[in-house]
T-cell receptor, first 112, second 113 residues
Framework: SQQGEEDPQALSIQEGENATMNCSYKTSINNLQWYRQNSGRGLVHLILIRSNEREKHSGRLRVTLDTSKKSSSLLITASRAADTASYFC????????????FGKGTLLTVNP | DAMVIQNPRYQVTQFGKPVTLSCSQT?????MYWYQQKSSQAPKLLFH???????NEADTPDNFQSRRPNTSFCFLDIRSPGLGDAAMYLC????????????FGPGTRLTVL
């Protein structure tokens, strides 16, 4: 079953702009993670936010989590062409700490 | 240094011809996963091993089997590939013991002719 659902499905912006992607989920979670996938490659972990956290930063990334709304957002500031990739949120389904359910992803295109 | 290695990166097989995909890891992680990812879709978990314990997802077809002969290696066997099995197959690992981050290999792109 699909746990995380991202929107938008696709996002195209200019270099230097900020990009915001959203994720919604259905059941309770211990944590939510964001992964990045370059075309034709594996996924790379970006950031993890725990259910008792509301906001987390890592470099140009900012993640928020609203457990009351069962939603999260990923903000990439000052985007670069190299940020072009698909971004997936993933949740620990049913509280399992080693099994993830991925959303459908947002395809981000950053135009130079 | 590569931590999760998948071979081959590209695999072409014929309809119905068995194929084996390989994954190895240098992380000494307890958990290994196989995901199937079709174009523009989310990775879908097929099964995972926690050490030697095999855990199959309920909707994984019987056509897919897996072996984990030791900590470092895990194999995905597709007994009779169909056209619908053409996809990217991703291997991932997790340290276990309460950690949460999965480490992914680069994937194997399977084409079924």
């Amino acid at each position: 079953s699909q746990q995380g659902e991202e929107d938008p499905q696709a996002l195209s912006i200019q270099e230097g702009e900020n990009a915001t992607m959203n994720c919604s989920y259905k059941t309770s979670i211990n944590n939510l993670q964001w992964y990045r996938q370059n075309s034709g490659r594996g996924l790379v972990h970006l950031i993890l936010i725990r259910s008792n956290e509301r906001e987390k930063h890592s470099g140009r990334l900012r993640v928020t989590l609203d457990t009351s709304k069962k939603s999260s957002s990923l903000l990439i500031t000052a985007s670069r062409a190299a940020d072009t990739a698909s971004y997936f949120c993933a949740t620990d389904e049913g509280g399992s700490n080693y099994k993830l359910t991925f959303g459908k992803g947002t395809l981000l295109t950053v135009n130079p | 240094d590569a931590m999760v290695i998948q071979n081959p990166r590209y695999q072409v097989t014929q309809f119905g011809k068995p194929v084996t995909l390989s994954c190895s890891q240098t992380l000494n992680h307890n958990v290994m996963y196989w995901y199937q990812q079709k174009s523009s879709q989310a990775p879908k978990l097929l099964f995972h091993y926690y050490d030697k314990d095999f855990n199959n997802e309920a909707d994984t077809p019987d056509n897919f089997q897996s072996r984990r002969p030791n900590t470092s290696f895990c194999f995905l066997d597709i007994r009779s590939p169909g056209l619908g099995d053409a996809a990217m197959y991703l291997c991932a690992t997790l340290a276990g013991g309460g950690t949460d981050t999965q480490y992914f290999g680069p994937g194997t792109r399977l084409t079924v002719l």
